[in-house]
């Protein structure tokens, strides 16, 4: 069974750097898709980008300047970094996997609220 | 940019069928996949490629496609089935991974 973790701040101040981590267990983050997908308070869910076969990304083209998603298979985690944040960049942030890169989005961490605000 | 289209709400009472539908140009060519969304929980896929159903998921849910249109089926909705449900496909590319606005069934 394929378990994800996120894990870092909940609090983030405007322009500076959101970072999270995703730990991952009963799979290799070197197999499949490795998603980080996020939700406003109230709002709907907006994918974010992937990292795929130990180092390939793809990126939402609206926050493909400000994101990247790496991988660290020696600890068996990927990371999201988002750059310049603003408070609409306030959300829950779920690390998911896929079997696909269309999407089908089988796993998910139970996710982590990350605000921004000084 | 690329959209997928959902109503806001449905509504149905218990043991009627709801049908919730999710359209957009590129579906004819791009599998469609459905997750449910409870209130404070992570989503769960609930059909993937148009109509294949995960294991665990009840058989009252199912899925159809036709032309731009693709439709989640709940026969049988029971008060547990109430929750957000999104529509999700890749753009006309494929490259990138898109999301439906959500529909909010209500149980009556």
């Known amino acids: 069974q394929v378990q994800l973790q996120e894990s870092g701040p909940g609090l983030v101040k405007p322009s500076e750097t959101l970072s999270l981590i995703c730990n991952v267990s009963?799979?290799?983050?070197?197999?499949?898709?490795w998603s980080w997908i996020r939700q406003p308070p109230g709002k709907g869910l907006e994918w974010i980008g992937y990292i795929y076969y130990s180092g390939s990304t793809s990126y939402n083209p609206s926050l493909k300047s400000r994101v990247t998603i790496s991988e660290d298979t020696s600890k068996n985690q990927f990371s999201l970094n988002l750059s310049s944040v603003t408070a609409a960049d306030t959300a829950v942030y779920f690390c998911?996997?896929?079997?696909?890169?269309?999407?089908?989005?089988?796993?998910w961490g139970q996710g982590t609220l990350v605000t921004v605000s000084s | 940019s690329y959209e997928l289209t959902q109503p806001p709400s449905v509504s149905v009472s218990p043991g009627q069928t709801a049908r919730i539908t999710c359209s957009a140009d590129?579906?004819?060519?791009?599998?469609a996949y459905w997750y449910q969304q409870k209130p404070g929980q992570a989503p769960v896929l609930v059909i993937y490629k148009d109509s294949e159903r995960p294991s665990g998921i009840p058989e009252r849910f199912s899925g159809s496609s036709s032309g731009t249109t693709v439709t989640l089926i709940i026969s049988g909705v029971q008060a547990e089935d109430e929750a957000d449900y999104y529509c999700q496909s890749p753009d006309s590319s494929g490259t990138y991974v898109v999301f439906g606005g959500g529909t909010k069934l209500t149980v009556l």
């Open positions: 998911v996997m896929g079997y696909c890169s269309g999407g089908c989005f089988q796993h």
């Open positions: 590129a579906l004819p060519n791009q599998y």
């Open positions: 009963g799979d290799s983050v070197t197999n499949y898709y």
